[in-house]
């Protein structure tokens, strides 16, 4: 069956990571991508390492497989040229630079939308178009002014970046959902759309309960280490030999936990017969309930446990993760060529359609010429 998006002309001006995140996922639903690159530099991640492939970054390649590569000078004339007409061309772009800088290369939605009305422009910024248009919006940076790192780490630590440039990732995925909305729109009217997503709205997006909690109380929420602020237990606890995260997400779950355990009398305790009454005395619950997991290895307990219907794992490394997604049939990651390593896969699949076949991210500038070739005779650019 023919993927989702085959046939759209994807136009991507975009660079580091939320931007090539989401071009690439187009790219992997069936989009023909485009991306622009500065000549001699390319984009910023190319740089980015360790560690490095044969051919760049590892981090480059992660975000801009499947791709066709354009080196342009958009101070060059004859290349400005090229970029405007694949922008007339575009039924979608995708650009993250300073808002309001590409209005002097003919490029900005205003100009774009008015050749190409019915391209759906995507711009992706730090801090939006407004008062906030001059601020660098890089993902450390968001996630320390807007709350993230307030709310990670241990309770007695210093405020902690998440391990991943998460904002990039949720601002990628937020534009893709707008990209795809835009694209619904225009089958209906024909009318495209400027899609505007910022890294500062797409984090206060994803803190959901913790910005409830504040909304709600006043109060902003602080660290609590691996311990959930409303849910009890919900943390990693200590067993003979380390630590096993615990989830219990009800009453019934925590009763099959406790009778694992061996202190099914703690399922009728008034302190901890529900979850409000769990979270209000959690300092209390995680002695009565680490003293009985100290009996054994945390593999045994998750093994039992996991028997009773219970949500119970070992804490892993990012290897274990991957082996755990094969052995459950997930197939995690897939190949892109020789000499490239394989890369994690779309998460998103289609029953009735098979997966694309990946290709390798294109080298700096590696199909400008013969790109030029087909924008200039206004021939159609063929599926990657």
């Given amino acids: 069956m023919t993927p989702p998006l085959a046939g759209l002309l994807v136009a991507d001006f975009s660079r580091v990571l939320a931007g090539p995140l989401a071009t690439m996922h187009l790219a992997d639903l069936g989009a023909t991508v485009v991306k622009v690159e500065r000549p001699d530099v390319g984009d910023e991640t190319r740089a ?48 993250n630079h300073r808002p309001g800088s590409l209005a002097r290369y003919g490029l900005d939605a205003d100009t774009v939308r008015a050749a190409n009305p019915g391209v759906v422009y995507c711009s992706i910024s730090g801090f939006g178009q407004g008062a906030g248009a001059d601020r660098p919006g890089y993902d450390f940076l968001v996630q320390a002014v807007g709350g993230l790192m307030s709310i990670t780490g241990a309770a007695d630590g210093p405020p902690t970046k998440v391990g991943v440039a998460l904002v990039d990732v949720l601002t990628g995925k937020d ?34 309960n913790q910005a409830a909690s504040y909304l709600t109380t006043g109060v902003a929420p602080g660290r609590m280490g691996n311990r959930h602020p409303s849910i009890a237990p919900y943390e990693t606890l200590r067993c003979a030999d380390g630590e096993l995260a615990v989830a219990c997400g009800n009453d019934g779950q925590f009763a099959r936990l406790v009778a694992v355990l061996g202190v099914p009398e703690l399922a009728d305790d008034p302190c901890y017969a529900t979850n409000a009454a769990r979270v209000g005395h959690r300092d209390e619950l995680v002695g009565a309930l680490e003293a009985a997991l100290a009996t054994a290895s945390a593999a045994d307990w998750e093994q039992r446990l996991g028997g009773a219907g219970v949500a119970a794992g070992l804490v892993g490394d990012i290897g274990s993760a991957l082996a755990l997604a094969e052995r459950l049939g997930l197939e995690p990651t897939l190949d892109i060529g020789e000499r490239h390593p394989a890369q994690v896969r779309n998460p998103v699949r289609f029953a009735g359609t098979a997966p694309l076949v990946a290709t390798p991210p294109p080298t700096l500038g590696e199909h400008t010429a013969w790109l030029r070739d087909l924008l200039e005779r206004d021939a159609p650019i063929p599926p990657r």
């Avoid at 004339?77 to 007339?88: G, P, Y």
Wanted: glycine fraction near 8%; hydrophobic fraction near 50%; aromatic fraction near 6%.
């Fill in 48 to 95: 980015w390492g360790l560690p490095f492939t044969e051919h760049a970054s590892a981090y480059f390649e992660c975000v801009n497989r499947s791709k066709y590569g354009m080196a342009l000078d958009l101070a060059d004339d004859a290349d400005r040229a090229l970029a405007q007409r694949l922008a007339a061309r575009a039924d979608v772009l995708v650009e």
């Fill in 175 to 208: 534009a893709v959902i707008g990209i795809l909305a835009a694209l619904q729109r225009r089958a209906v009217t024909g009318v495209g759309e400027h899609v505007q997503v910022d890294l500062l709205s797409s984090l206060l997006g994803g803190l959901v």
